[in-house]
Each structure stands twice: as C-alpha cells, then as structure tokens.
C-alpha cells in the first residue's frame, strides 16, 4: 500500500491547485461544457429524466457496493480498490449497450413511419397533418415523441422548431436524417418530399438488414472480449477467497499487478470490441442548443 498513498496524495494536490488557481470562467465554461455532453449522451441512452449529477452518483453507489462486496468476500483492501473502481465504471458500459439496442429500435421502427408521412404526402395532406397521422398510427415507439411535436407546433406554431426539437429527444442518427429532410422540405418546398421520404425508407431498410448480417457474424468477437476480461477476475476472486491469497496483494508489488492487470484488462476489451463493432454514424444536429436552434 506504500505506492498507493503518495498517488493519492499527489493526486489530491493536483486537484486542489487546479481548483484555486484556474481562472473561475475558465472553470465553469468546462464544467458546463462537460456536463451538457453527459447531459446529451443520456438523452441518447433514454434517460433524459435523468441529471448528470445523478448519474454520476449512481456510478459512486455502484463502486462503493463492488468494493463493499469483494471487501467481504476476499478481504483485501487492494482488490476492493480495484472493485470500487470496477464498479465505478460499470453503469457506463451498460448504458452504452442499452443506448445500442435503443437505436436498433429506432431503426426499425424509422422505415414504416417514413412509409406512413410518404403516404400522407401523396395523398395530399400537409406536412403538420402527415406528423399528426405518424402520432396516431405510427410505430409505437415513436408515438409519443410525433405526438410531442404535434402539440408543440400547436402551442408554438413555429413547426421547424418542433421538429427540431424531435431530433433532441430521440437523439439518434437516423432521426437527424430525418428531422433535417423534414426541416428542409418545410422551409423550402416543392412536390418531390414524397419520393425523397420513399427513397430514405428504402435506404435504411438496406443499411438495417446489412447491419444486422454483420452484426450477427461479429458477435462472437464481443462474446469472446467479456468472457476475455472477465476470467482473470474471476480467478483472482477465487484465489483470493483463501487468507494468504488476500494477503500477496496488499504489498506494494500486489499492487503494481492489480494496476497493470486493470490496465490490460481495460486496453484489450476496449481493442476487441472496437475491432468486432460497426462505426456508429456520426450525428447531423449535435451541435449546442444554441446553434441547433438556428440550425433548425
């Protein structure tokens, strides 16, 4: 444990003069930064009722209860450090599997949506009358969020911003492409919104189904990546089980293999995944809110 002290110590007096001496606009132009990137990134997860602060609070919870966990189990203050970390950090990877499969959803559901305004277009209602149609008849999933833009527009009468605000909450690539064809067949015009909502269902049919194929070929890549990194530990749980077992890590050398074996641990599951994952698409209204209001 000698190693971990002065760590420590020297990290807490980083952030103490980080504190006192950074400029205090400085301070809170980064601070607000951050918080409105966590603060979209779990509007993307689903959880838009949910505030960073919370968030964060729940991933403390979550360290506390592993470290309280393995402390009893193994009773080795250095793995329990390694479990609050552990632990700390596991609402993050859960978030992003669940904002995955929230996507797939809205991929899914996107195609016959689509289908349903082309079909309004055509048979000539306007564009507020074909959202309304997607509110009442559309997929389930995106029901509540047309019906949202429905109101707004009624509330508002601006419905540029009501769409826009639509991608906001759905957060999703695929929404954006459609928000901004929406947006831009609203502001400019012209008879051809049916055929271009016509081909933009097609196409994200295609890119569902090819997806799906290769996201079924490479899942043993992610299969073998969990069951990679969670061995390891498991083996060190169970080794650890036994008095004299706890006892090797609580030297400082049993703390330098913890770290470099959190370390390679943490580096080989993210290069298998990243090797065994689709690129997600980039989003097109991500921008602040300030600038996505003009945008829109």
């Given at each position: 444990?000698?190693?971990?002290?002065?760590?420590?110590?020297?990290?807490?007096?980083?952030?103490?003069?980080?504190?006192?001496?950074?400029?205090?606009?400085?301070?809170?132009?980064?601070?607000?930064?951050?918080?409105?990137?966590?603060?979209?990134?779990?509007?993307?997860?689903?959880?838009?009722?949910?505030?960073?602060?919370?968030?964060?609070?729940?991933?403390?919870?979550?360290?506390?209860?592993?470290?309280?966990?393995?402390?009893?189990v193994?009773?080795?203050?250095?793995?329990?450090?390694?479990?609050?970390?552990?632990?700390?950090?596991?609402?993050?990877?859960?978030?992003?599997?669940?904002?995955?499969?929230?996507?797939?959803?809205?991929?899914?559901?996107?195609?016959?949506?689509?289908?349903?305004?082309?079909g309004?277009?055509?048979?000539?209602?306007?564009?507020?009358?074909?959202?309304?149609?997607?509110?009442?008849?559309?997929?389930?999933?995106?029901?509540?969020?047309?019906?949202?833009v429905?109101?707004?527009?009624?509330?508002s009468?601006?419905?540029?911003?009501?769409?826009?605000?639509?991608?906001?909450?759905?957060?999703?690539?695929?929404?954006?492409?459609?928000?901004?064809t929406?947006?831009?067949?609203?502001?400019?015009?012209?008879?051809?919104?049916?055929?271009?909502?016509?081909?933009?269902?097609?196409?994200?049919?295609?890119?569902?189904?090819?997806?799906?194929?290769?996201?079924?070929?490479?899942?043993?890549t992610?299969?073998?990546?969990?069951?990679?990194?969670?061995?390891?530990?498991?083996?060190?749980?169970?080794?650890?089980?036994?008095?004299?077992?706890?006892?090797?890590?609580?030297?400082?050398?049993?703390?330098?293999?913890?770290?470099?074996?959190?370390?390679?641990?943490?580096?080989?599951?993210?290069?298998?995944?990243?090797?065994?994952?689709?690129?997600?698409?980039?989003?097109?209204?991500?921008?602040?809110?300030?600038?996505?209001?003009?945008?829109?």
């Open positions: 444990m000698s190693v971990v002290i002065p760590f420590t110590f020297g990290l807490g007096v980083f952030m103490v003069f980080d504190w006192a001496f950074l400029p205090p606009r400085r301070q809170e132009s980064r601070r607000a930064a951050v918080r409105g990137r966590l603060r979209r990134w779990l509007v993307s997860v689903g959880l838009a009722s949910t505030s960073p602060g919370q968030f964060l609070g729940a991933c403390a919870a979550a360290g506390l209860g592993g470290a309280f966990v393995t402390a009893l193994a009773g080795s203050p250095a793995i329990a450090g390694v479990a609050l970390l552990g632990g700390a950090y596991a609402p993050v990877p859960y978030l992003r599997s669940r904002r995955r499969a929230r996507q797939r959803e809205l991929q899914r559901c996107w195609p016959e949506a689509i289908d349903l305004l082309a309004s277009v055509r048979a000539g209602d306007t564009l507020p009358a074909a959202l309304a149609t997607v509110a009442e008849r559309g997929p389930e999933k995106l029901r509540d969020a047309f019906r949202s429905v109101t707004d527009h009624l509330v009468g601006d419905l540029a911003a009501a769409v826009g605000r639509l991608g906001e909450a759905l957060a999703d690539p695929t929404s954006d492409r459609i928000v901004a929406l947006t831009l067949a609203h502001r400019v015009g012209g008879r051809e919104l049916g055929r271009v909502l016509r081909t933009l269902a097609s196409f994200l049919r295609e890119d569902l189904s090819t997806r799906q194929e290769i996201e079924a070929r490479q899942s043993w992610i299969v073998a990546a969990r069951v990679a990194a969670a061995s390891p530990w498991v083996v060190l749980l169970m080794m650890a089980s036994r008095p004299e077992g706890a006892g090797a890590y609580d030297t400082a050398a049993g703390v330098v293999v913890l770290a470099g074996g959190a370390a390679a641990t943490a580096l080989g599951y993210r290069l298998m995944v990243a090797l065994g994952r689709l690129p997600e698409e980039p989003r097109l209204l991500a921008g602040g809110a300030a600038a996505g209001g003009e945008a829109r």
